[in-house]
Antibody
Framework: EVQLVESGGGLVQPGGSLRLSCAAS????????MHWVRQAPGKGLVWVSG????????GYADSVKGRFTISRDNAKNTLFLQMNSLRAEDTAVYYC????????WGQGTLVTVSS | EVVLTQSPGTLSLSPGERATLSCRAS???????LAWYQQRPGQAPRLLIH???SRATGIPDRFSGSGSGTDFTLTISRLEPEDFAVYYC?????????FGGGTKVEIK
């Protein structure tokens, strides 16, 4: 059974940092590009960042460029998102997802940025 | 950035009726790199269609996708009770990847 399990969310003050993790199982993680997508409360889906299977190429939405860093550990089947200089507008559920045509998604982890 | 505009914002229909959802792109994004997702309340998005018209694994054949260039359509041939949800289109041919704002299909 394919599973993507996010962790690391929580409440953080503006300007703070969090590191999200996504543990993958049930498929060959090292062969798949991966993405982070977020959804603010009551709002739509927004792509945040993506990384190719070998980790050499990454991409970011303009809203997070320079603040967030995506990475992966293929030996541990884990995807990461390091989030620095967090703002109130980063408050959202963060989903990890596999390459798009495959369509595996986790259940999400909530990040709340508030003082 | 490719802006995706979904219409209508809300579609009110009865079970058994046909639903037609539109997704229009602000510019061509190369080929048919468009996906459709269904999201029910409190759940993660579920991939329905990729490559504009290819059904994802396990998706019933009442769901179909069509279109190319800048105009794409998701059709649900006969609505089942579990199909009442929000639907999003997504383009992945240009960076950054972008989503449409969503269409809510509600029970009339």
């Amino acid at each position: 059974e394919v599973q993507l399990v996010e962790s690391g969310g929580g409440l953080v003050q503006p300007g703070g940092s969090l590191r999200l993790s996504c543990a993958a199982s049930g498929f060959t993680f090292s062969s798949h590009g991966m993405h982070w997508v977020r959804q603010a409360p009551g709002k739509g889906l927004v792509w945040v960042s993506g990384i190719l299977s070998d980790g050499r190429v990454t991409g970011y939405a303009d809203s997070v460029k320079g603040r967030f860093t995506i990475s992966r550990d293929n030996a541990k089947n884990t995807l990461f998102l390091q989030m620095n200089s967090l703002r109130a507008e980063d408050t959202a559920v963060y989903y990890c997802a596999s390459q798009i045509a495959v369509g595996y998604w986790g259940q999400g982890t909530l990040v709340t940025v508030s003082s | 950035e490719v802006v995706l505009t979904q219409s209508p914002g809300t579609l009110s229909l009865s079970p058994g009726e046909r639903a037609t959802l539109s997704c229009r792109a602000s510019q061509s994004f190369g080929g048919k790199n468009l996906a459709w997702y269904q999201q029910r309340p409190g759940q993660a998005p579920r991939l329905l269609i990729h490559s504009a018209s290819s059904r994802a694994t396990g998706i019933p054949d009442r769901f179909s996708g069509s279109g190319s260039g800048t105009d794409f359509t998701l059709t649900i041939s006969r609505l089942e009770p579990e199909d009442f949800a929000v639907y999003y289109c997504q383009q992945y041919g240009n960076s950054p990847i972008t989503f449409g704002g969503g269409t809510k299909v509600e029970i009339k």
